[in-house]
Every structure is written in structure tokens, then in C-alpha cells.
């Protein structure tokens, strides 16, 4: 989101703490600025805080490569005070002063293009987009075209949410008339007819299915070796739905990143708007979960999920809808067989019983032996069998186990070749639960 705001703006103003560090987010927001080509201004709010510390701020901008004028550097820098309003002025120059140096200029007289900030689906309104207007000048009735959708712009608010009738370069509005919910950072147009907009959005419609047809990882003889390989490969489907586009992608991105080389993640659909029928039915289809962020199914679509057996999972927090799914993926993972030695003993004599076989005589040198142990013989330090016991026992009685320091009498099952000397290892084998 930091990157698509960057890649929007002519100017960044980087606002600071004079009281605190530059924060991890305020270098992210610094690098998106460089990575973008956008210029900085540098804001050191809180100047009025007792605590505040402005030349602590400069200094670490100093250390990120970033020197400030008063320091000799090419950054504009201003100490300001939100709260009081001190060097607000001051800044509002400087950023007039940067503009006339970028020489930014657009022409209010011609057809508008802009990027879209953002999309939703607003219960009264219908399709509702906001917009920032980059240059021509935006009017009531003007088709437009925005990735894959179009319509007539019905109606414009700007940021107090009152109508207004244009919008010129640099004004962001909120408009109504779309189709659907443009994908937040695509770029809208300004067309001279509807009919031409609604060609060029089912063209661009028609790319992307075929984009995505496309792309559609056929499985290779490779991955099917691979899947083969690992014996226990899971794929989870699922459709995304959320209230804002901005919402439904960071959501996705997270997903679709929890998928590791065992369990794979396919997001089947992801759009803006309360779960409809189709896609129960797209998901019932599929084997697919449905993920609602911040939105409801409709009636139809709950009753049509009862009938089809279609798990839908409703989400107001983005991290506890990652979680969830996390743990669902790790439920799907086979548990891990741990092998842990509960005791040792050693040959000291062997009888040879006809019928019976070979009874071994034996000290418990270690932890304890159970009758339901597997075990492994162990000869000069190599395994020479591993098996199960035939029996086990303390004088002439059958015993569930003997612990260490205490002799007993055992057999192997199946297995005769026993010799003083031996260590006879017993072990049990533990499901260990797998974790991401």
C-alpha cells in the first residue's frame, strides 16, 4: 500500500517524532519514497514536548544517507508543532518552494486520468471508488475506464463527503457509477462514450481470463515427482472476500505465503463484496473454503453453503483469519514419528528351551523395559535386530515391565540368535505434531 501511495504522489512529506527514533515503518516509508523517485520533505512534529530531540532526528537521517540543508545536505527540513501549530506555515513553503523547482504542472483541460486509491461496495451506493485525480479534469456523466470496469461517473464527493460537479489535477474524490471494484492502483481514463468504455473493459476482462488460463500451472512430471516423493502433499483452496480491495489483496498476499513445500495454497477467487451464490457454488466446486473479511454471505448464498456443505469463516481481523488458516495447515501435516529409549539391559546367560526358543537372562542396566516395547538387539555396537518382545518375566511370572537394577527373563519374537553380552534396547515410537 506504501508502495502504490508513492508511485501516486509528486512530493512525500515525512513526518518524525522529535521525542522518539525514526521508526521501522518511517524507513519503510522513506525507502518506497526513493524507490519511487519521489522528493522528501523531512516534518519533525513535537517540537513543543519536553522530551523532544530534534537533532537526534537529524542525526539518524544522517546515518541513513539522508542530510538535511542545515546539516549540508539536499533534504528540506522543518521543526513543527501539530498541536500548536508552530512551522506549519514554514513547511507549507517549502513544499510550494519544491513544487516550483519540480516544476509540477497539469492541464485542467483535457479528458482525466488518475489512479484508483481504493474500492469498495457500499450497501446504498452500489460500487463505490476513490480516486486521485493526476491531471485534465474529472465531470459528472464522464465515462470512464478503470482496469476491468467502466461506467458513467454518476456522482463525485470530495473528502468532507459533499458532492461536488469536477474535480481537477491533484483533487481526490470518491465516485459512483462504476460496475465493480476497480483494483486498488490501477489507472483510470476518461472516455468520449460509455459504449467505447465498455469495449475496452471487456477486452482487458478478456486478457486477464486468458492471462490466467494461461498461468494455470499445469502439474509437470517433475512436480508430480516431487508430490510423489513427499508422500503426504496437501493442496488448500480457498475464495477471499472482503469489503475493500485494499483489504482482499493484503489478505491474499498473506495467504498465498503461508504455502510451504507439503501444503500448497491456491486462492481460487478473491473480489470485493458480501459472498454471493456463485461463489458457494464456485467453492463447493472446488473442495474451497470461503474467507469473508469485514463482509456477510447473503441469505441465499448461507442456505445454498448448508446444502453443499461449504465452510465459511468470517473474519473482522486480518491476523486471526492468517492464524486460522495457519493452524488448519498444520492440522492437514502428518505427525512426525520420534523414536524415545525408555531402557537397556544386558545378556548375562542364554537358554536354549526346544518349543520356546532362546530365553535370555538379563540385568536392566538402564530406565526400564515394558512388555510392549519394541526393541533392538545390539551387538559390539552394531543394531543386528530390531523387533518386539515374546515375553517377559521375573522369576517364573509374566510382568508388564522391570526397571533398572532387576534381572529378568525375555525373549524376542522371531528371533533366536541371542548371545551373553548383548544389549537389548527398548524404544517407543512418539507422534510427534508438525508444525509450519
Known amino acids: 500500500m506504501r508502495a502504490r501511495g508513492a508511485k501516486v504522489t509528486d512530493l512525500a512529506i515525512i513526518i518524525v517524532a522529535a521525542d522518539d527514533d525514526v521508526m521501522p515503518q518511517t524507513v519503510e516509508a522513506i525507502n518506497h519514497a526513493t524507490a519511487a523517485g519521489v522528493p522528501m520533505v523531512f516534518a519533525i512534529n513535537k517540537i513543543d514536548k519536553p522530551t523532544a530531540n530534534v537533532d537526534n532526528i537529524k542525526q539518524q537521517l544522517a546515518n541513513m544517507n539522508y542530510l538535511v540543508e542545515e546539516w549540508g545536505g539536499k533534504y528540506q527540513s522543518q521543526d513543527i508543532s501539530a498541536k500548536k501549530g508552530t512551522g506549519v506555515e514554514e513547511l507549507m513553503e517549502k513544499v510550494l518552494l519544491e513544487a516550483e523547482l519540480l516544476d509540477l504542472k497539469a492541464n485542467p483541460d483535457r479528458a482525466a486520468i488518475g489512479s484508483v486509491i481504493e474500492s469498495s461496495l457500499d450497501k446504498g451506493r452500489g460500487y463505490v471508488a476513490t480516486v486521485l485525480v493526476q491531471n485534465g479534469t474529472l465531470r459528472v456523466g464522464d465515462a470512464i475506464v478503470a ?227 519394541k526393541i533392538r538387539l545390539i551387538r559390539d555396537g552394531i543394531v543386528i535386530y530390531t523387533g518386539e518382545l515374546g515375553s517377559l518375566k521375573r522369576f517364573k511370572d509374566d510382568v508388564k515391565e522391570v526397571v533398572s537394577g532387576y534381572d529378568c527373563g525375555l525373549s524376542v519374537q522371531g528371533y533366536n540368535d541371542i548371545r551373553e553380552g548383548d544389549l537389548i534396547e527398548a524404544f517407543e515410537e512418539v507422534e510427534v505434531k508438525k508444525s509450519l
Do not use: C, W
Open 147 to 373: 482496469g476491468t470496469n467502466y461506467g458513467k461517473v454518476k456522482a463525485m464527493f470530495n473528502e468532507r463527503n459533499q458532492r461536488v460537479k469536477e474535480a481537477g489535477p491533484a483533487t481526490p474524490v470518491l465516485i459512483l457509477g462504476l460496475n465493480g471494484a476497480p483494483q486498488a492502483g490501477d489507472t483510470f481514463n476518461v472516455l468520449s462514450t460509455e459504449q467505447e468504455a465498455r469495449d475496452i473493459a471487456s477486452k482487458r476482462e478478456q486478457l486477464q481470463r486468458e492471462l490466467s488460463l494461461r498461468t494455470n500451472k499445469r502439474l509437470g512430471l517433475e512436480e508430480l515427482g516431487r508430490r510423489r516423493a513427499l508422500n503426504d502433499f496437501h493442496e488448500l483452496n480457498l475464495v477471499v472476500k472482503g469489503d475493500v480491495d485494499g483489504s482482499v489483496e493484503a489478505l491474499s498476499d498473506s495467504l498465498l505465503k503461508l504455502s510451504t513445500p507439503e501444503i500448497q495454497i491456491n486462492v481460487l477467487h478473491k473480489g470485493v463484496g458480501a459472498i454471493s451464490e456463485s461463489d458457494v457454488t464456485l467453492a463447493a466446486a472446488s473442495d474451497a473454503i470461503i474467507i469473508g473479511f469485514q463482509v456477510r454471505p447473503s441469505g441465499a448464498a448461507r442456505k445454498e453453503a448448508e446444502k453443499e456443505g461449504v465452510e465459511i469463516r468470517l473474519y473482522s481481523v486480518i491476523y486471526k483469519a492468517i492464524e486460522e488458516v495457519k493452524d488448519a495447515m498444520e492440522g492437514m501435516l502428518s505427525p512426525e514419528i520420534k523414536e524415545e529409549i525408555t531402557g537397556t539391559a544386558e545378556v548375562l546367560q542364554t537358554y536354549h528351551i526346544s518349543k520356546v526358543g532362546t530365553i535370555a537372562g538379563a540385568i536392566v542396566r538402564d530406565g526400564k523395559i515394558k512388555r510392549n516395547s
